[in-house]
């Protein structure tokens, strides 16, 4: 599962050069580590459509943090899917915002994809 921009994006190339195309975003990894941490790594990537990769970056979030967002977002998920489905669901529904405020898009204008 991962997420695309439903519009073309602008993204720099280069200093003075840029490019304008679909992109995806997918979350490799997902870390959480219960007697060291309270809450959750993820690493992500964000490639063109043609094949461009335009970041390749990792964050961390608190419990409390993944708990206000599954708030924001759980309505959204699909019925009928299985747990692992949607868990990686409501990560790909957090990543839409994180893909929205990187390039100033509407979360609306964003899709999740198989």
Do not use: H, W
Not at 22 to 47: L, W
Not at 51 to 79: R, T
């Amino acid at each position: 599962m991962k997420i695309k921009t439903k519009i073309n994006v602008t993204y720099n190339t280069g200093l003075n050069t840029q490019k304008s195309e679909k992109v995806e975003g997918m979350i490799s990894t997902c870390i959480q580590n219960f007697d060291q941490i309270d809450g959750f790594s993820f690493s992500y990537e964000y490639k063109s459509e043609s094949g461009d990769i335009l970041e390749n970056s990792s964050f961390y979030l608190k419990d409390s943090e993944i708990n206000a967002l599954y708030e924001s977002v759980k309505s959204e998920v699909p019925a009928g899917l299985n747990y692992t489905s949607t868990t990686l669901y409501l990560y790909c529904l957090g990543m839409r915002i994180e893909m929205s405020e990187t390039f100033g898009i509407a979360l609306d204008q964003i899709e999740i994809i198989s």
